[in-house]
């Protein structure tokens, strides 16, 4: 059960967007449209962003966006706030047998 | 709002036993109750869920034959245990409601040390 592959930091002005990439395998990210991508600040529960590649909870703000091409998805944040601080991290139903694989997880700064 | 509890340390080779308080609604919902670990200096990890019905249980090959997961419907709480422990199996236990491909509701996890 291989981890899905993130970059391991993103930053931008407050304002700006910046995309967070999340790197599988056919048998996760490329074989089913259930990426799912997560905030978490340390010491606090982790946050649902995005499910099913691209829908959103309810309460949370438009300015994120997912999306999904072949093997890899992508998170994008727009409008960059300081309180976007944090640990991200994807995850990908991986089938029957692996269930859910995590992403390595990407800190965005806040320039 | 989930809350873990249970002991921060527990000894090399022993069993380490952690609860989750589900509080704001029933454990009863059509829910999977979770249990995912972050190891120091790592991603984070799915261990083990249940169904709120406890007719199905899924676990993560990698921990398949130490661990359990139990649902106790009258305190609203559930379970996970883990045997044979290392310190491998140091790391921040969260506990979350699994909506089948996702996580909608995590705890803000419960530091576990391993050692003696």
């Known amino acids: 059960q291989s981890a899905l592959t993130q970059p391991p930091s993103a930053s931008g002005s407050p304002g700006q967007s910046v995309t967070i990439s999340c790197a599988g395998t056919?048998?996760?990210?490329?074989?089913?449209?259930?990426v799912s991508w997560y905030r978490h600040v340390p010491g606090k529960a982790p946050q649902l962003l995005i499910y099913e590649v691209n829908k959103r909870p309810s309460g949370v703000p438009d300015r994120f966006s997912g999306s999904k091409s072949g093997n890899t998805a992508s998170l994008t944040v727009s409008g960059l706030q300081t309180d976007d601080e944090a640990y991200y991290y994807c995850s990908s139903y991986g089938g029957r047998y692996n269930f859910y694989v995590f992403g390595t997880g990407t800190q965005i700064t806040v320039l | 709002e989930l809350q873990e509890s249970g002991p921060a340390v527990v000894e090399p080779s022993g069993t380490l036993s952690l609860t989750c308080s589900v509080s704001g609604g029933s454990i009863s919902g059509p829910s999977w109750w979770s249990w995912l670990r972050q190891s120091p200096g790592k991603g984070l990890e799915w261990i083990a869920d249940v169904y709120h019905d406890e007719t199905t249980r899924n676990y993560n090959p990698s921990h398949k034959s130490r661990v359990n997961v139990v649902i106790e419907k009258s305190t609203n709480q559930f379970f996970l245990r883990l045997t044979s422990v290392t310190a491998a199996d140091t790391a921040v236990y969260h506990c979350a409601r699994g909506r089948a491909t996702y996580f909608d509701v995590w705890g803000q996890g419960a530091l576990v040390t391993v050692s003696s």
């Open positions: 056919s048998s996760d990210v490329g074989g089913y449209n259930y």
